[in-house]
């Protein structure tokens, strides 16, 4: 048996399977504070022999299977889990843990079984409580002195709106994520109809960093997950603000094959950590 989590800022998806696409049992737990979450997520393991345990987790955090701090989160992007180290945390349930992003295994999962199948380039964006992007080479993890931080890149706010990001203000997070979107319009996201000015505003958002991301990485596939891109309608409008940005600099090819909906649709974050073991 392979184990796997998906460790979100509100809820964990802890897994037992035989391989990623045969999962003999799942569960979600709330990301409360650290001690109880761990209980909760040993509990569960508890009942089973784990060969190996994949870890998909929001950070940021060391990401460098060599350090002594492997697993460690290094800034408050949870309030009070700062300092906690997952690796360690985890370190009863299995001798074996593989730790990556969230996004880098949601990226995974895509490419092995989803959309991105193979994609020599492939570009996974969560949109939700936060922003966090994923790059693949070669179906392996980008990854450079630290993990990306794509959602953390600055881009134009034409209308001088206060972004929420705690460290850096009018990001592209601060600006285009879940929270932000409700301080912008005063109500939650999945209350605003789907003819509110809110959407194409967040199409124009999420196009300009599409585009800072094309400029840099060119990618074969963007796959769009989370929470905001529950929003299905917003698939188009996006797609229509990157052409008019790009400004047909270059071909794109078919924008509809470029910019895409996972295929594993809400499993892609559990099935990617259970990938991080193979």
Request: hydrophobic share 40%.
């Amino acid at each position: 048996m392979i184990g796997g989590i998906e460790f979100g800022g509100t809820k964990c998806i802890v897994c037992v399977a035989k391989n990623p696409l045969d999962i003999f049992e799942i569960k979600e737990i709330p990301t409360s504070d650290p001690n109880s979450t761990f209980l909760e997520i040993l509990s569960f393991f508890n009942n089973f022999k784990i060969s190996s345990l994949g870890v998909g987790s929001f950070g940021p955090l060391v990401l460098d299977s060599e350090s002594t701090d492997y697993g460690l989160l290094v800034a408050e992007s949870k309030k009070g889990w700062n300092g906690v180290n997952i690796f360690s945390e985890l370190s009863s349930v299995s001798s074996n843990i593989f730790i990556d992003t969230d996004v880098n295994a949601a990226a995974l999962g895509e490419y092995h079984y989803g959309a991105g199948k193979l994609c020599e380039n492939l570009v996974y964006v969560t949109v939700g409580t936060g922003i966090g992007v994923g790059v693949l080479l070669g179906g392996k993890p980008h990854i450079g002195n630290f993990h990306l931080e794509i959602g953390h890149m600055l881009i134009p706010n034409s209308d001088n709106f206060r972004g929420i990001c705690a460290i850096h203000g009018n990001c592209w997070e601060g600006l285009a994520s879940g929270p932000s979107m409700q301080s912008r319009w005063g109500i939650e996201a999945t209350k605003l109809p789907e003819k509110h000015e809110a959407w194409q505003k967040e199409a124009e958002l999420l196009a300009i960093g599409l585009v800072n991301i094309i400029s840099n990485h060119s990618p074969d596939k963007i796959i769009l997950g989370g929470g905001i891109m529950n929003q299905k309608h917003l698939f188009n409008k996006i797609r229509s603000n990157v052409d008019k940005i790009w400004n047909q600099y270059t071909q794109l090819g078919s924008l509809s094959e470029l910019i895409s909906e996972p295929g594993l649709g809400k499993n892609s974050g559990i099935i990617g950590s259970m990938c991080l073991t193979l």
